[in-house]
């Protein structure tokens, strides 16, 4: 299994376009500090790849990754479909960049696939351009497409909807993780980009997972309230915390596969390749994701 990690920001990137906090400044300095929107591209078979969440840098990440590049014919690409989380509009307004493609492949949840119609109405919108084929994407293992030794299937992890489709019906399948296991040969991968709740099923399947991928939205709980962005903790905007005692770093230390966080907000001290919560996490054996990286497994 080859994924490749095309991004690792959460909702803003990084810099965020009217930000001004340490971060954001930090990373028009240092041009190294940049992230762009939390994606992941994981290869089918060859040739034909995946995109996990269609970001709105998805033009951008896809021409930053050679495996990406169309050819050898004028209007072929590898690009074989997307997957998607959530609905929130950095994992989904990316969709809107790739009209000039013959057809579209979308793997989503249900409610994903109702906010995306009804709500942004993007099958009205991209419907003059290119055709939608639309793919469930449920709890039992499927392959990722046809003939190929990828399987994936969906973990709900939280009924958090998004504030556009915020008077949609609750459904647990709002955000998932994703589990990905090559039958070929029986490595697996995870990747939860958006996290409101740990449950047993999520735990199992992190257990049981050569490498793990999760949301590192935020540091802490108070990080939001503290560095003025939100009235709300971190759990209440839908995201557990790295640290304290609802943080997601002590369970990821005890797991035996790679660990990395990605879908990091500008606000998170990780953002600063020098800050010390980077020598805190290695300590645990747990990565930050870099924009770029390569995991083969």
């Given at each position: 299994m080859?994924?490749?990690?095309?991004?690792?920001?959460?909702?803003?990137?990084?810099?965020?376009?009217n930000?001004a906090?340490?971060?954001c400044?930090g990373?028009?300095r240092?041009?190294g500090?940049r992230r762009r929107h939390?994606?992941l591209?994981?290869?089918?078979?060859t040739?034909r790849?995946?995109i996990?969440?269609?970001?709105?840098d998805?033009?951008d990440?896809?021409e930053?990754?050679?495996?990406?590049s169309?050819?050898?014919?004028a209007?072929?690409s590898?690009?074989?479909?997307?997957?998607l989380?959530?609905?929130e509009l950095?994992?989904?307004l990316?969709?809107?960049?790739?009209?000039e493609?013959?057809?579209l492949?979308v793997?989503?949840t249900?409610p994903v696939r109702?906010?995306l119609?009804?709500k942004l109405?993007?099958g009205?919108?991209?419907t003059?351009?290119?055709?939608?084929?639309?793919?469930?994407?449920?709890?039992?293992a499927?392959?990722?497409?046809a003939?190929?030794?990828?399987?994936?299937?969906a973990i709900?992890?939280s009924?958090k909807?998004?504030?556009?489709?915020?008077?949609?019906?609750?459904?647990?399948?709002?955000?998932?993780?994703?589990?990905?296991?090559?039958?070929?040969t029986?490595a697996?991968?995870?990747?939860?980009p958006a996290?409101a709740?740990w449950?047993?099923s999520?735990?199992?399947?992190?257990a049981?997972?050569?490498?793990?991928?999760?949301d590192g939205?935020f540091?802490d709980?108070?990080?939001?309230r503290?560095?003025g962005?939100?009235?709300r903790t971190?759990?209440?905007?839908?995201?557990?915390p790295?640290?304290?005692?609802?943080?997601?770093?002590?369970?990821l230390a005890?797991?035996?596969?790679?660990?990395?966080?990605?879908?990091?907000?500008?606000?998170?001290?990780?953002?600063?390749?020098?800050a010390?919560?980077?020598k805190?996490?290695?300590g645990?054996?747990?990565?930050v994701?870099?924009?770029?990286?390569v995991?083969?497994l």
């Amino acid at each position: 299994m080859l994924l490749r990690v095309l991004g690792t920001a959460a909702g803003g990137g990084v810099p965020q376009w009217n930000c001004a906090c340490p971060g954001c400044s930090g990373a028009r300095r240092h041009p190294g500090w940049r992230r762009r929107h939390a994606s992941l591209a994981v290869r089918a078979a060859t040739g034909r790849w995946y995109i996990v969440n269609a970001t709105p840098d998805i033009g951008d990440q896809i021409e930053d990754c050679p495996e990406l590049s169309p050819g050898p014919g004028a209007r072929q690409s590898p690009v074989a479909g997307l997957v998607l989380t959530d609905a929130e509009l950095d994992h989904t307004l990316g969709l809107t960049r790739l009209r000039e493609a013959d057809g579209l492949q979308v793997v989503s949840t249900a409610p994903v696939r109702r906010a995306l119609l009804t709500k942004l109405r993007l099958g009205d919108v991209l419907t003059p351009y290119t055709a939608l084929e639309w793919r469930e994407l449920g709890a039992g293992a499927e392959p990722l497409s046809a003939g190929s030794d990828v399987e994936i299937d969906a973990i709900p992890v939280s009924g958090k909807r998004p504030r556009y489709a915020a008077d949609s019906a609750h459904d647990a399948a709002w955000v998932v993780a994703l589990r990905l296991r090559d039958r070929a040969t029986g490595a697996s991968a995870l990747y939860a980009p958006a996290l409101a709740d740990w449950p047993g099923s999520l735990q199992r399947a992190a257990a049981a997972a050569d490498c793990v991928i999760v949301d590192g939205t935020f540091w802490d709980d108070e990080e939001p309230r503290r560095t003025g962005i939100s009235e709300r903790t971190a759990t209440g905007m839908g995201h557990l915390p790295i640290d304290g005692p609802h943080g997601t770093a002590e369970r990821l230390a005890g797991l035996p596969g790679r660990r990395l966080y990605t879908h990091l907000n500008n606000t998170n001290p990780l953002v600063d390749p020098a800050a010390p919560q980077h020598k805190l996490l290695a300590g645990m054996g747990i990565e930050v994701a870099s924009d770029g990286m390569v995991i083969e497994l």
